[in-house]
C-alpha cells in the first residue's frame, strides 16, 4: 500500500510480475505471489503448480522453452474484489527453431491482502472472461 493510503495499482503489478517473467527475472515476477499461491495451467493441458517453488519450476521451464519471447497486446482490468483479468499475445522463437510460435491467453489472476492467491491461464478468452468476472462478481 502506498504512504498515501491508496490502494495499490493491481493491473499494474501484474503486469510488472509478467513483465519480469519474460525477461527471465523470476525471483521479481514470484515477489508479489503468496507462499501458497496456485498457477493453473490445466485447461492447455499443463498442469497446475502450487507453490512459489513449484511455479518457478513452470515458469523457468516454460520460458526456457523458447529462444526469445514476449508479452505482446498486453491489457488488463480490474474487475473487482482483487480479480485482474489481462489478455496477451505471446510472440516467441522456440529453442533450435526457426519457427514463431504467437499465441493469444487469458490471465485470471486473484489477488488477497497485496498478494497473487492464484492465477488461471486459458486460451478460450472468452469463458475465461466469463469465469474471471463471475469470480469478481461483476456483472457480465
Known amino acids: 500500500m502506498s504512504e498515501d493510503g491508496a490502494a495499490p495499482d493491481l493491473v499494474q503489478l501484474t ?4 513483465e519480469a517473467t519474460n525477461r527471465r527475472k523470476f525471483d521479481a515476477a514470484l515477489s508479489v505471489f503468496a507462499e501458497d499461491a496456485v498457477f493453473d495451467v490445466s485447461s492447455a493441458g499443463l498442469g497446475r503448480f502450487q507453490g512459489r517453488a513449484a511455479i ?20 488488463g482490468q480490474h474487475l473487482g474484489d482483487g480479480v485482474v483479468f489481462a489478455v496477451v499475445r505471446f510472440d516467441a522463437r522456440p529453442v533450435g527453431s526457426r519457427g514463431e510460435v504467437r499465441e493469444r491467453w487469458a490471465f485470471t489472476i486473484v489477488w488477497r491482502a497485496g498478494v497473487i492467491v492464484s492465477v488461471t491461464a486459458s ?18
Open 15 to 18: 503486469r510488472q510480475s509478467m
Open 56 to 75: 518457478r519450476g513452470y515458469l523457468e521451464d516454460w520460458i526456457g522453452a523458447y529462444e526469445e519471447q514476449e508479452f505482446g497486446e498486453w491489457q
Open 123 to 140: 486460451q478460450d478468452i472468452g469463458k475465461a472472461r466469463a469465469d474471471a468476472e463471475r469470480l469478481a462478481g461483476s456483472p457480465g
